[in-house]
T-cell receptor
Framework: DAKTTQPNSMESNEEEPVHLPCNHS???????IHWYRQLPSQGPEYVIH???SNVNNRMASLAIAEDRKSSTLILHRATLRDAAVYYC?????????????FGQGTILTVHP | DTEVTQTPKHLVMGMTNKKSLKCEQH?????MYWYKQKAKKPPELMFV???????INESVPSRFSPECPNSSLLNLHLHALQPEDSALYLC???????????????FGSGTRLTVV
């Protein structure tokens, strides 16, 4: 499975944008880029996913580099509730089921 | 209903006990998953079911026995566990990707298992 590399931790202030980077230099043409987050004492929560184009939803935006070797999850205005572990994961496109393999993730701390 | 429900939320069991974890979803998802998460570690995939059939077993010891009795239910039967099996057990479900499409997973809140 192709691997992803994320910083161990990042910090942000409340109401400021947050850019969480992810490197995936060995990504293949059939890999989707998924982002999940896990709040304390909860199961992981789906945030967003994309293949080639940038994606937006109500939670976040996903910016994908043109060569697809890196991506950035953007939280437009961080709140205290966004403090979590954020996982960037590659998933093979079009399989009958997805095999989601978690890496170490980035611990995001949000300061009031 | 957009949730995955796991019961019980907490479970303490002895090493000679037999217990079961239950997972339920009513989103029409035909893929279901069991993950194990140790403290301060990422979740690790254990089993994948697709259309109620076991598709992936990630070399999990036989003291963990999964079962998918129908498209909405997933069980994990536990027998003769060890203290090192204490962890958060997470269930997830997803639509089955076809035609090149890919879907996100929905996770439950987990069952926190302690083996004594």
């Amino acid at each position: 499975d192709a691997k992803t590399t994320q910083p161990n931790s990042m910090e942000s202030n409340e109401e400021e944008p947050v850019h969480l980077p992810c490197n995936h230099s060995t990504i293949s043409g059939t890999d989707y880029i998924h982002w999940y987050r896990q709040l304390p004492s909860q199961g992981p929560e789906y945030v967003i996913h994309g293949l080639t184009s940038n994606v937006n939803n109500r939670m976040a935006s996903l910016a994908i580099a043109e060569d697809r070797k890196s991506s950035t999850l953007i939280l437009h205005r961080a709140t205290l509730r966004d403090a979590a572990v954020y996982y960037c994961i590659l998933m093979i496109r079009g399989t009958s089921y997805g095999k989601l393999t978690f890496g170490q993730g980035t611990i995001l701390t949000v300061h009031p | 209903d957009t949730e995955v429900t796991q019961t019980p939320k907490h479970l303490v069991m002895g090493m000679t006990n037999k217990k079961s974890l239950k997972c339920e979803q009513h989103m029409g998802h035909r893929a279901m998953y069991w993950y194990k998460q140790k403290a301060k570690k990422p979740p690790e995939l254990m089993f994948v079911y697709s259309y109620e059939k076991l598709s992936i077993n990630e070399s999990v010891p036989s003291r963990f026995s999964p079962e998918c009795p129908n498209s909405s239910l997933l069980n994990l039967h536990l027998h003769a566990l060890q203290p090192e099996d204490s962890a958060l057990y997470l269930c997830a479900s997803s639509q089955v990707g076809q035609g090149g499409r890919n879907y996100g997973y929905t996770f439950g809140s987990g069952t926190r298992l302690t083996v004594v």
